[in-house]
């Protein structure tokens, strides 16, 4: 079974430029996330999907920050324009969704987009 | 506010000398407790839920702890494959139910 699908793997781009990231997940799981992870530190949530529709986005920028998820299947994230300290881990992670079950809190994560702003 | 605080930050064992790592938590209502381990430029990877105090989880050399207050994570005769970085996570009912990560604790294993 292919496991989650992101890209792409680095990205090395100039201040003010945009940038996107592309995930695919794993078939079948509804539930859709994106993280963010800045060196020695745990992957902080940034939006979450529920199919189409995104059920928490309270951390997003959304001054900057974008993000869609089309069909409910593949989602893309996008920054508008980059600044220095958006240089992290772009982590999507998908699951089964959150009701109940031995489901819960087990997300698949891909191996991740790695932002660099210069 | 959810939070976890996991310590030591890093550990260094050799092949064989068994540890502990420590995941502190203050939650709303606790729905679940997770531990991943991450490799270097990797994705986390699922390694256990724990759902109530007492309950104990294993896997080949890990075992998963869970208490009120903190869970522990279990090191038995490591080896050098299990060299990662462990993080602890944990969920609440209330809210929108978010994973809230740890910032983990890097473990090295010398052969």
């Known amino acids: 079974e292919a496991g989650v699908v992101q890209s792409p793997r680095y990205k090395i781009i100039e201040k003010k430029q945009p940038v996107a990231f592309w995930c695919n997940p794993i078939s079948g799981h509804n539930t859709l996330y994106w993280y963010l992870q800045n060196l020695g530190q745990g992957p902080e949530l940034l939006i979450r999907y529920e199919n189409e529709e995104a059920v928490d986005d309270s951390q997003l920028p959304k001054d900057r920050f974008s993000a869609e998820r089309l069909k409910g299947v593949d989602s893309t994230l996008k920054i508008q324009p980059a600044e220095l300290g958006d240089s992290a881990v772009y982590l999507c992670a998908s699951s089964l969704g959150l009701g109940g079950g031995s489901g819960t809190g087990e997300l698949f994560f891909g191996e991740g987009s790695r932002l660099t702003v210069l | 506010e959810d939070q976890v605080t996991q310590s030591p930050e890093a550990l260094r064992l050799q092949e064989g000398e068994s540890s502990s790592l420590n995941c502190s938590y203050t939650?709303?209502?606790?729905?679940?407790l997770f531990w991943y381990r991450q490799d270097p430029g990797k994705g986390p990877e699922f390694l256990f839920t724990?759902?109530?105090a007492g309950e104990e989880k294993e896997k080949e050399r890990l075992k998963a702890t869970l208490t009120k207050k903190e869970s522990f994570l279990h090191i038995t005769a490591p080896k050098p494959e299990d060299s990662a970085t462990y993080l602890c996570a944990v969920q609440a009912y209330t809210g929108f139910q978010k994973l809230v990560f740890g910032t983990g604790t890097r473990l090295l294993v010398s052969p």
């Open positions: 939650v709303s209502g606790l729905r679940g």
């Open positions: 724990l759902y109530s």
